[in-house]
């Protein structure tokens, strides 16, 4: 798979009236959807192959002779999931203990404890907990409490009343009760129990925050004593649920949505308690399904995988295998993973670009006409203390406490997620730790957290179509160089603005510069609000550029980031085109076919609502018709589609 393909390109068609169909034209008509995909672009090519390697890797460390304690622990678990005839044969039995302990339950403090008992074994329910950096003190790492407790993807799809949300609920509803049937009630019980666990997750949605309000931090903002949260919401019984739940002790916290809990605190004390049990009951099935039998894979992947995502089958069960590895002890297969494909070479290289773009974005904030000379004094403070993570951590996290047996699959599961839990609520009341990466060495995506003021690459993403040694700098640029762009751009969209050098919420503009800001990013949510993302049978979605807003900032100036990057790079030397393309043209291409895509229209529908990322074709159309530099590249002219009358421009 090249950095740049030539043979995906659409040379019937016009560059300038729709890039995304020039440059990805062929491969989107050669490349449809596999039927164990609901989207199938280059992105998902590399995740692919990356299984493959890890495949071989967990093969590997599963065959007789001698292997490293790493080796052996993936190993066993990997062939704990391939192991189907023990799990049939154990049947519902790992979920019957979790089911007696809701049923026993008699007062409302139990159920508190249940759920502290299912957080603790990383089961989600009725709310949430998790540590993160003080918002006011980064340095300090605090305990969180937030919305929570529902099961389809968004709130939306409980509350809102179109045709095609009212037929999504029916179907949920059928399906938690076919999970209720498989866990052994009878039909019409579990029909009731079906439409108990709809209402009960009806309330908490009702009272959850709306996704593109909570990309605010603001709205998030809410340190409180225990006391108080507490008292706000009795019903709840926090200070047991603290008390119970594993975390150290403390006596502050924030609270993502104090709203919620006042809300669900009323619908705590009006729903009856056995209904409660139900809801339990139920998100204990639904986390345990993928872990048990085939009757209750096949159930979760007909509603999750068939219906919510327009997956035709289901993965073959050596990639769900491998992916469970990944995603349960992802730094010890992804140790293995780094040893076998990732040289020092590729880390300084990628290095090399970073700071090259850093330079650039040095240079792009100097060169802005609206922005003050003391806000852009803090924004170079801020760019400075970006702290660059590439290819995986420095330090491998010790797995070593986690219990993996052979023939345990259900088990294993679950003591790896509670070891992870632990990890994560050890944090709580310490030093913030900013070595801790958030994503596995094999997985091709990359990060910016605001709180950290990080970048992060993981190893897995440093590969072709991203980069290759073997290909020109142009193309690099294009590809990861762009993702750099992109990751560097967060530090500064509309919600990393907002964060200081140290990872503070704190506001460093004046007052000024912030409308001036506010402005232009205005500019991007109406442009991106106008591109319609889904046309079906069930009608036409637009994008929302309110929840894109940061990530489509984060395209644009990516795109003008690494392309100021590669013009330094190339500098005064005549370069040659290749394959009848100049360095420009090939760097636009390149850029274009990171994002050449299929997708079904459920995962369009899906994401609509819930991904903060465009779909692959606005991320090339939208940034590349704001971009003059493409504009230049390609001879566009005023008035075709590419070049957009009224460009937006963030950075
Ligand atoms: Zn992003």
Redesign the pocket.
């Known amino acids: 798979m090249p950095v740049l393909d030539v043979n995906a390109i659409d040379k019937t068609a016009d560059p300038c009236v729709d890039f995304y169909q020039y440059a990805c034209g062929t491969w989107i008509k050669n490349n449809p959807v596999p039927p164990d995909k609901s989207r199938w672009g280059r992105f998902d090519q590399l995740a692919e192959r990356n299984l493959y390697i890890l495949r071989d890797i967990l093969n590997d460390a599963h065959a007789p002779g001698k292997h490293s304690a790493i080796e052996t622990m993936v190993g066993d678990y990997c062939a704990a999931c391939m192991d189907e005839s023990a799990i049939e044969k154990k049947g519902t039995a790992p979920l019957t203990p979790e089911l007696d302990r809701i049923n026993v339950i008699r007062t409302n403090e139990d159920l508190i404890r249940q759920v502290a008992y299912m957080h603790r074994n990383g089961t989600p329910a009725l709310f949430a907990f998790y540590q993160q950096p003080d918002m006011h003190d980064s340095a300090a790492t605090i305990a969180n409490l937030d919305q929570g407790g529902i099961t389809l993807p968004d709130r939306d799809y409980y509350i809102k009343d179109d045709a095609k949300s009212v037929e999504t609920r029916q179907k949920y509803v059928e399906h938690v009760q076919k999970m209720f049937e498989l866990a052994g009630d009878k039909p019409d019980v579990a029909a009731g129990e079906a439409k108990t666990v709809l209402a009960i997750e009806t309330g908490l949605a009702q009272a959850s925050m709306d996704r593109t309000v909570r990309r605010d931090p603001k709205t998030r903002d809410h340190k409180m004593t225990v006391a108080d949260i507490a008292g706000t919401a009795p019903n709840f019984d926090l200070a047991v649920y603290f008390a119970d739940n594993g975390s150290p002790k403390f006596t502050s916290l924030n609270v993502g949505n104090p709203d919620f809990f006042k809300q669900v605190n009323q619908q705590l004390d009006k729903t009856p308690l056995e209904d409660w049990k139900v809801y339990l009951r139920w998100k204990t099935i639904n986390d345990y399904a993928p872990a048990l039998t085939k009757a209750f894979v096949d159930e979760d992947f007909l509603f999750n995988g068939k219906y919510m995502s327009g997956q035709q089958e289901i993965e073959p069960r050596w990639k769900r295998c491998v992916k469970s590895t990944d995603q349960n002890l992802g730094m010890a297969s992804g140790k293995l993973y780094v040893d076998r494909v990732f040289g020092a070479e590729g880390k300084e290289r990628t290095l090399k670009m970073v700071q090259g773009i850093e330079s650039a974005m040095r240079e792009d904030i100097g060169e802005l006409t609206w922005m003050s000379d003391t806000t852009k004094k803090k924004a170079y403070e801020k760019l400075d203390a970006i702290v660059n993570n590439i290819g995986y951590p420095d330090t491998w996290r010790d797995y070593s406490s986690v219990v993996v047996k052979a023939d345990d699959y259900a088990g294993n599961v679950r003591r790896a997620r509670a070891f992870e839990v632990r990890r994560q609520y050890t944090k709580i009341g310490r030093p913030t730790d900013r070595k801790d990466w958030g994503m596995t060495p094999p997985t091709v995506n ?3 957290r605001p709180s950290m003021n990080d970048i992060n690459f993981p190893a897995g993403i440093l590969e072709p179509p991203f980069y290759s040694k073997l290909m020109d700098d142009a193309a690099n640029y294009g590809g990861i160089g762009v993702v750099i762009g ?2 560097l751009t ?1 530090g500064f969209d509309d919600q990393g603005r907002k964060y200081d050098a140290v990872g503070n919420f704190s506001d460093w503009w004046t007052a000024e510069d912030g409308k001036e800001f506010v402005k232009r990013s205005d500019c991007t949510a109406d442009e991106y609000s106008s591109f319609v993302s889904v046309k079906d049978d069930k009608g036409e979605v637009k994008l929302n550029g309110r929840l894109t807003l ?2 489509n900032t ?1 395209d644009n100036g990516g795109l003008k980031l690494a392309y100021m990057a590669l013009m330094h790079v190339i500098g005064n030397t005549p370069v040659k085109p290749v394959d009848g393309y100049t360095p420009a043209q090939r760097y636009f291409l390149a850029f274009g076919q990171i994002w050449c895509q299929n997708v079904t229209d459920q995962e369009a529908r899906k994401r609509v609502l819930t991904d ?2 465009s779909p692959g074709r606005w991320r090339v159309n939208g940034a590349v018709q704001n971009s003059a530099a493409f504009q230049q590249a390609f001879g566009c002219k005023a008035g075709q589609p590419m070049v957009s009358a009224n460009a937006c421009r963030v950075w």
């Open positions: 990359a990060y910016y992109h990751e967060h940061g990530e984060a903060p990322h």
